[in-house]
């Protein structure tokens, strides 16, 4: 004989409440991937830029599909790019639906937006005074790590002996903020001032190389939350290759001091 035990009323109903939000959950979460996959997503990019690389890692953590356009913008400019961003004319520009975005930061606050499920990564938080955080972190980086670092490998004497110390201080203030956590974002996942640092890494060893001086010396910690930021295939896959970034910067100091020296 078998031994047949009645569950509690209120325990089936638990239980079927239970399932009815699974499958909800389950064709909400189908819903989201079949829009995103019959969304139009297009970026306008320059290989070497690390506006458009952020841009490219935001999609890539979020999974969303995108057709990327490599642009010449020091050659000839597309037709798509000038009726795109006709203000600017620059790179990157995020086409969704035919409609065109730019400004990188601005475009990763669109991504964050647009795409965001239980399931998605946000790359800002949701709370006002964290967000606003977060976008200091990412405006500082683009006006002291850009301008700092390109000045490593423009100018030369006391001027690039000041532009390498000021740039070694800037990483420093940074490495400060990282503190103990795993991201800028926290422990868990990244954000997008991870993704906005993280994208100028490629250019750290042409800037390291020409300005001859070594952030693992200077900066350990934060070298070593780079490590960690690649072992994320959205990001290792969508920066360029720093070594072919190394080459083109060369060629640039040689054709400049043929015409024009130093």
């Not at 065109?100 to 998605?120: A, G, M, R």
């Not at 967000?131 to 700092?148: A, E, G, H, L, Y």
């Not at 954000?191 to 490629?202: K, M, R, T």
């Amino acid at each position: 004989k078998s031994l047949s035990i009645p569950f509690p009323a209120d325990f089936i109903i638990t239980q079927q409440k239970v399932f009815v939000k699974q499958k909800k959950n389950k064709e909400k979460e189908d819903q989201t991937k079949i829009k995103m996959a019959e969304e139009e997503v297009i970026v306008l990019n320059f290989w070497p830029s690390m506006f458009g690389a952020r841009v490219i890692m935001a999609l890539e953590e979020k999974e969303i599909k995108f057709e990327y356009k490599e642009e010449d913008v020091f050659g000839h400019k597309t037709d798509l790019l000038l009726q795109s961003n006709p203000v600017h004319k620059k790179i990157p520009v995020l086409i969704h639906n035919g409609k065109p975005l730019c400004e990188s930061n601005i475009i990763l606050e669109y991504i964050d937006e647009v795409w965001k499920d239980d399931k998605t990564l946000r790359l800002l938080p949701s709370d006002p005074y964290h967000k606003s955080q977060c976008r200091f972190w990412t405006d500082f980086i683009d006006k002291k790590v850009f301008d700092v670092g390109r000045r490593t490998w423009t100018k030369r004497g006391q001027e690039q002996e000041e532009a390498k110390r000021e740039f070694i201080e800037t990483l420093k203030v940074l490495e400060t903020e990282l503190g103990e956590k795993v991201y800028f974002g926290g422990n868990e996942t990244v954000s997008a001032v991870d993704l906005v640092l993280i994208s100028y890494y490629p250019w750290f060893h042409t800037w390291e190389t020409i300005g001859g001086f070594s952030l693992e010396d200077h900066t350990p910690k934060l070298m070593g939350w780079v490590r960690k930021c690649l072992t994320r295939p959205a990001i290792s896959k969508s920066l360029p290759d720093p070594l072919k970034i190394l080459d083109r910067v060369s060629q640039i100091i040689k054709v400049h001091e043929f015409f024009y020296g130093y």
